[in-house]
């Protein structure tokens, strides 16, 4: 296939995804209740965790980022971590398995209100399942964000958002970026709305809103 034929199906095949998702009125509400948990708990003081393995663990990173450093405009830092120490990880790893390298840092650091959010691509990471329940037990709101419908882990938290029509773990991973971004979009609108002061959402992203994030 030609360089260009390819790029242009690559292109579309991420497109159709991501519209998809938008046409999805149950993932909207899903997405709608992580933005308002992660509002919530940085609210009241909690904190949010990401965890992923490979290129999800780089995505968890990203999530956290974007909160302690700057998003669209400069604000205080809100909490966020990820849990991709690689002291703790191979620690953890080497003493307890690898199925452990998340759920022992959420025994060290997770309380009640914080928020932790899980990225897969399929669902089955036996550590990512570990987590989930260890984050259930422990009383944090649980988010993950899914692919290839949903696996186990969907059914080990209370909100998740499962990437529609593909299978492939590159297409699956963009559209949980773009969810990670329009969340934090979402939040920093709703806790400091003066970042956006004469700005509009164009009228096309407002069709069919379900948002509710209202500061």
């Not at 990880?89 to 309380?111: K, M, P, W, Y």
């Not at 969340?183 to 956006?196: D, I």
């Amino acid at each position: 296939m030609p360089t260009r034929q390819t790029i242009r199906a690559a292109l579309a095949e991420a497109a159709t995804a991501l519209d998809e998702l938008r046409r999805d009125d149950d993932q909207l509400a899903n997405l709608e209740a992580f933005a308002e948990a992660a509002r919530t708990t940085l609210e009241s003081g909690g904190c949010l965790i990401a965890c992923g393995n490979g290129g999800s663990m780089s995505q968890a990173m990203h999530f956290a980022e974007e909160w302690t450093g700057r998003f669209r405009g400069t604000r205080p830092a809100l909490p966020a971590i990820a849990l991709s120490d690689p002291a703790q990880l191979t620690c953890i790893a080497n003493d307890f398995g690898f199925e452990h390298v998340f759920s022992r840092q959420l025994e060290a650091h997770g309380r009640p209100g914080d928020l932790l959010l899980l990225l897969s691509t399929s669902g089955g990471s036996p550590n990512l399942l570990r987590a989930a329940r260890t984050a259930r037990d422990r009383g944090l709101t649980t988010v993950a964000l899914l692919g290839r419908g949903g696996g186990k882990l969907a059914a080990e938290v209370d909100w998740p958002i499962v990437v529609p029509l593909t299978h492939h773990p590159d297409r699956i991973q963009e559209v949980h970026l773009q969810i990670l971004h329009a969340t934090v979009e979402a939040v920093e609108r709703a806790l400091h709305p003066e970042l956006y002061d004469g700005e509009r959402l164009p009228s096309a992203q407002l069709a069919g809103s379900r948002n509710s994030l209202k500061p």
